[in-house]
């Protein structure tokens, strides 16, 4: 009879702790979109790796022009008109 006085008390505060958290879970918007979250994580990662090739792939031709410019020795207009218009 003893227990019934500490388990009632018990599981109403933790009755009361899980209404809390439910309540904080709504309101942070955890379960705002459960369907595409897992696929967030990937496609969030494949836009990173393009604008990492993005950003390869424009500064690529400029290191190109300069190398091709310093390493020909000659001076030539015709050359570096041509890497200037790229």
Same mark, same amino acid.
């Given at each position: 009879?003893?227990?019934?006085?500490?388990?009632?008390?018990?599981?109403?505060?933790?009755?009361?702790?899980?209404?809390? &958290?439910?309540?904080?879970?709504?309101?942070?918007?955890?379960?705002? /979109?459960?369907? %595409?979250?897992?696929?967030? *994580?990937?496609?969030?990662?494949?836009?990173?790796?393009?604008?990492?090739?993005?950003?390869?792939?424009?500064? &690529?031709?400029?290191?190109?022009?300069?190398?091709?410019?310093?390493? /020909?020795?000659? %001076?030539?207009?015709?050359? *570096?008109?041509?890497?200037?218009?790229?």
């Amino acid at each position: 009879m003893l227990s019934i006085f500490l388990l009632i008390p018990l599981s109403l505060m933790l009755f009361v702790v899980a209404i809390w &958290a439910v309540r904080y879970a709504v309101k942070s918007n955890q379960f705002e /979109d459960l369907d %595409n979250a897992s696929q967030r *994580i990937i496609l969030d990662d494949r836009q990173e790796r393009r604008q990492t090739i993005q950003a390869h792939e424009r500064s &690529a031709p400029t290191q190109k022009k300069y190398e091709t410019v310093a390493t /020909d020795g000659k %001076n030539d207009n015709s050359e *570096i008109d041509k890497n200037s218009e790229v």
